[in-house]
């Protein structure tokens, strides 16, 4: 009896046990589970605070650049209406001048008002630029560019600003230029405007020097000056948009910040580069490489800078379909006292009508006309003159840019408004063929730009093996052809000395023009 109650009160024992043993193990998963829950629940208060801070972080950071961009922008907006302000006047001022006869030369005025013009004319190109860049629809062209004029032509530029500052300005070619050479003429030039542009602001004692060397198809630009310098930190800064480094003095300056920036994306694109070299006091030198290949044939009878006084040959005649009267006017007192006959017309279809009468031998068209539009026009003509009818666009619409001449469009070359006299004379003279009358300077007076005489028949084996030797690059045997070939062909003395000269100057690729222009 005893025993069955011991086991009775060993089994109450062990059941109280089991189930003490059960209720902690419940009690210790419900505390771990609440555990977990409270780790999770400290785990997503951490996460939803770190978050919180994060974008509290990002909400001040896009506040700051907000902030930043929204003076850079103010910036920007002053900089730009003083970059306008400033030519204008010098154009409004001078203009009421010329208005008031006596009062100044006319010849100042003019290069006063030119220069202005030029400098707005780069601002609005630059700004163009930067969204043209931005969007990623930039257009570039392959001209054939004379570069020793456009260099000289870009340093003229500046002379008058730099000895307005009591500065220096030299120009030094080291070696030989070709030329010509193949690239796109307006975009060289920006970029070497840009560069000499602040090469002559940042100065205030000194001056600058542009070097230019050429090898290997290979230019070479340097643009050294004796300014304030640029900090270590800043050289690769002030090639970015509106930025002109941390130096009080570079922060006076006239200017929107653009150049640079500008500069190395086009030198870029035009497979260069741009590089800076300098330290704060002590000058700036800032370097441009650039492929500029020359090409293989050279136009003959290209006019030269400021040196057009007629053409050889028949009377060409030109007719210019444009709305802006003034655009006329200049076009006409520009071609006319070289012997063109000019007939103009304000709309397409009176142009359309004159064309019909007077026979153009080319048409200058704008685009942006009342009726309709100058490709229209250009349609019409290209109808009814065929492709002997010459016609060149010329337009302010620069984002219709079409360089033309393919064969396929109605137009055979582009030119963009505001209009270079220089570049409209190139154009017609490459589109009519002409062989321009050029004066060197008043002792030369007027000589023609021609091509060497031909050579007779007699002459082929010669010239067959001149190619030859041009082509693997055997100096020694070309020159025993010249000699050869001048003993037997009394009337090539003109053309190998002319070779001759290309020759001792290594440049074969000049020497294959004249070979290919005498045979």
């Known amino acids: 009896m005893v025993g069955r109650l011991w086991a009775i009160c060993l089994m109450a024992v062990l059941a109280a046990a089991g189930l003490f043993a059960r209720l902690f193990m419940l009690a210790r998963d419900r505390r771990r589970s609440a555990e977990r829950d409270s780790h999770r629940q400290t785990a997503l208060l951490q996460e939803e605070i770190a978050a919180h801070r994060r974008t509290e972080t990002e909400l001040q950071r896009a506040k700051d650049a907000a902030e930043a961009a929204n003076a850079a922008k103010t910036r920007y907006l002053v900089a730009v209406s003083h970059e306008i302000r400033s030519p204008l006047n010098a154009i409004y001022g001078y203009a009421q001048l010329l208005e008031r006869e006596g009062a100044i030369p006319p010849a100042e005025a003019a290069g006063v008002i030119r220069r202005s013009a030029e400098h707005l004319t780069n601002l609005v190109e630059g700004l163009l630029d930067i969204s043209r860049i931005e969007s990623g629809v930039l257009k570039f062209r392959q001209d054939i560019v004379r570069l020793p004029a456009l260099l000289d032509h870009v340093v003229d530029m500046f002379r008058m600003q730099a000895a307005a500052k009591g500065l220096s300005l030299d120009y030094v070619v080291e070696g030989r230029l070709p030329p010509f050479v193949r690239t796109d003429e307006k975009r060289l030039r920006q970029i070497l405007i840009n560069l000499l542009s602040n090469a002559i602001k940042y100065t205030e004692q000194g001056g600058a020097t542009l070097t230019v060397r050429y090898r290997s198809q290979m230019a070479l630009v340097e643009v050294k000056d004796t300014g304030i310098g640029i900090a270590p930190e800043d050289l690769e800064r002030i090639f970015e948009p509106f930025e002109r480094g941390s130096s009080p003095d570079a922060a006076m300056q006239p200017g929107i910040g653009l150049g640079l920036a500008i500069t190395r994306v086009l030198a870029g694109i035009l497979g260069g580069e741009v590089t800076v070299s300098s330290a704060p006091g002590s000058g700036s030198t800032f370097q441009l490489r650039m492929m500029l290949p020359e090409p293989m044939v050279a136009p003959a009878g290209a006019a030269a800078y400021n040196r057009v006084t007629g053409y050889r040959g028949e009377r060409k005649t030109i007719l210019v379909i444009d709305d802006n009267p003034s655009q006329v006017t200049v076009v006409q007192h520009l071609l006319r006292p070289l012997d063109f ?47 002997q009818q010459r016609i060149v666009m010329v337009s302010a619409n620069a984002h219709e840019f079409r360089a033309g001449g393919d064969g396929a469009s109605n137009h055979d070359a582009f030119i963009s408004k505001p209009v270079e006299l220089d570049a409209l004379l190139d154009t017609i003279g490459r589109q009519l063929d002409l062989t321009w009358i050029v004066t060197a300077d008043e002792a030369m007076g007027d000589t023609a730009v021609e091509p060497p005489a031909k050579l007779p028949e007699e002459a082929g084996p010669f010239l067959a093996s001149l190619r030859r030797y041009v082509k693997a690059g055997h100096v020694r045997a070309i020159g025993m052809v010249l000699t050869d070939l001048e003993a037997e062909i009394s009337e090539s003395a003109g053309a190998v000395a002319e070779m001759r000269r290309h020759l001792g100057d290594f440049d074969l690729r000049a020497l294959a023009r004249v070979i290919d222009d005498v045979g």
Request: charged share 15%; proline share 4%.
């Open 341 to 387: 006959a000019i007939f103009a017309a304000t709309g397409g279809a009176e142009g359309l009508a004159l064309a019909e009468r007077c026979a153009p031998d080319l048409v200058l068209l704008d685009i942006q006309m009342p009726g309709c539009s100058g490709w229209d026009v250009a349609a019409q003509l290209r109808s009814t003159f065929g492709r």
